[in-house]
DNA sequence: TATAATGAAGGTCAAGGAAAGTCAAAAACG
DNA sequence: CGTTTTTGACTTTCCTTGACCTTCATTATA
């Protein structure tokens, strides 16, 4: 029973993936028409599933001729998007957290299936296997060693630093 | 005399068995409704019976438009090579032993430099940052999962798609 | 021409409801 | 008696809605 939400995420995505330039433009009363719904709920499924944890940037102006623009990253560690995932993540984050976020980077290119799916495996809570306050410092010391790993591999030394 | 617990794990195995992905999705509250019980035994079944290493993956979704979802994995630890690898790691390893297990690994080719790399990472004995008659057992779960997550179903279509 | 009014966008926030998760105590089992 | 199961009170996360706010372009007006 996907979701209002997952709906419009997936139209919005569709839609992305049919571009060219990786670049949307789309109204904001037009969606919530198309889809029925209050205007915010659009608003609402932006905040949630077009992050920059997940490879996108979500540009908007108001007033008359206003829009919505809907871009996908390309590179998320070329820029200062790692600095900003390590600072995301902090001392603690939840198995969803985790999730979101390696969805996103799979996404965008920065990580293959099979190494996604490493790193899910090892944010699950079965796998790490400790009661809660604990367990997701443990998650989230886990994920920012991985990504630095990752990192390494990608890029020069320098960036990333939010990780340690 | 089948317990509670024990018929709903039959019914959701065989439901599984069913999928053409070895993934299904169910709703807790069905569920609980379906077997007259409170909604928490569910939760019971699935960390006692759909464990990772029974060969199970679990995730789920709160809020509105919410799912639990059962994945099977190709090769869970109870049938064949891995079923050795499981034992040999058992319910501790120390940074040492994984470190030459991974090693062995990238070597005869399971495993990618990357793929070593982020499971040595996951590993190291300050990502995991618990004192040690833990530590050791964490990172043994740890290996398992990440190691079993290598072998899931490359199943087609997109698996987990919901949740991204 | 400078400014004020107007309408047309999009933004914020908080409340309420809809799921699933957690924990520990009680019960049942062997 | 120790272990597994069952239950329920309480928590957390997520979705949806609506009332109200801010920004921009255009047009009317002094």
Same mark, same amino acid.
């Given at each position: 029973?996907a979701?209002?939400?997952?709906?419009?995420?997936? *139209?919005?995505?569709?839609? !992305?993936?049919?571009?060219?330039?990786?670049?949307?433009?789309?109204?904001?009363?037009?969606?919530?028409?198309m889809?029925?719904?209050?205007?915010?709920?659009?608003? *609402?499924?932006? #905040?949630?599933?077009?992050?920059?944890?997940?490879? *996108? !940037?979500v540009?908007?102006?108001? $007033?008359?001729?206003?829009?919505?623009r809907?871009?996908?990253?390309?590179?998320?560690?070329?820029?200062? #998007?790692?600095?900003?995932?390590?600072?995301?993540?902090?001392?603690?984050?939840?198995?969803?957290?985790? $999730?979101?976020l390696?969805? $996103? !980077?799979?996404?965008?290119?920065?990580?293959?299936?099979?190494?996604?799916?490493?790193?899910?495996?090892?944010?699950?809570?079965?796998?790490? $296997?400790?009661?809660?306050?604990?367990?997701?410092?443990?998650?989230?010391?886990?994920?920012?060693?991985?990504?630095?790993?990752?990192?390494?591999?990608?890029?020069?030394?320098?960036?990333?630093?939010?990780?340690?």
């Amino acid at each position: 029973m996907a979701s209002l939400a997952d709906r419009i995420e997936r *139209y919005l995505r569709e839609q !992305l993936a049919r571009t060219e330039t990786g670049v949307l433009e789309v109204q904001r009363a037009d969606l919530s028409a198309m889809f029925n719904c209050v205007p915010s709920q659009i608003n *609402y499924v932006l #905040a949630t599933r077009f992050t920059i944890e997940r490879g *996108y !940037l979500v540009e908007s102006r108001r $007033g008359g001729g206003g829009f919505i623009r809907l871009m996908r990253l390309t590179c998320p560690f070329a820029c200062n #998007a790692l600095d900003r995932l390590g600072q995301r993540i902090g001392e603690r984050v939840s198995q969803e957290q985790a $999730g979101h976020l390696v969805r $996103g !980077l799979e996404e965008s290119g920065v990580v293959s299936r099979r190494e996604a799916d490493l790193i899910l495996a090892a944010t699950h809570r079965q796998a790490i $296997g400790v009661p809660l306050p604990l367990r997701d410092a443990v998650r989230a010391r886990l994920l920012k060693a991985m990504l630095l790993s990752l990192f390494r591999h990608e890029a020069g030394g320098g960036v990333g630093d939010a990780l340690r």
